[in-house]
């Protein structure tokens, strides 16, 4: 069993910032890819960000250049801060790991968290 728990979603206004965080726990040998995806109201869920077991950083055209995905592996961690918000931004922003569940069977599973709300105001 793997968790997977989103924090730091809120209200701000347009221009602020927010740092969102999500911890892993559970069975875990190892983490893989590891990213993050919002949806917001009668939209479809979009990639924001993934941060790869390498290091190596992808995001959206929508968040370049105000976003930061970032890793803690010791702590099986994941942030996203987010620089510059606009109201555009304003949806449940979700949590998603590839794991490595054991040393005895390298397949990964993806896992999801539940959601966190940030809204962004004009």
């Known amino acids: 069993q793997v968790q997977l728990v989103e924090s730091g979603g809120g209200l701000v206004q347009a221009g602020g910032s927010l740092r969102l965080s999500c911890a892993a726990s559970?069975?875990?040998?190892?983490?893989?890819?590891m990213a993050w995806y919002r949806q917001a109201p009668g939209k479809e869920r979009d990639l924001v960000a993934t941060i790869e077991h390498d290091g190596t950083l992808n995001y959206a055209d929508s968040v370049k250049g105000r976003f930061t995905i970032s890793r803690d592996n010791a702590e099986n961690t994941v942030h996203l801060q987010m620089q510059s918000l606009k109201p555009e931004d304003t949806a449940v922003y979700y949590c998603?790991?590839?794991?490595?569940?054991?040393?005895?069977?390298?397949?990964?599973?993806?896992?999801w968290g539940q959601g966190t709300q940030v809204t962004v105001s004009s």
């Open positions: 998603a790991a590839d794991v490595i569940m054991t040393a005895s069977d390298l397949r990964s599973r993806k896992y």
């Open positions: 559970g069975t875990i040998y190892e983490l893989y890819t």
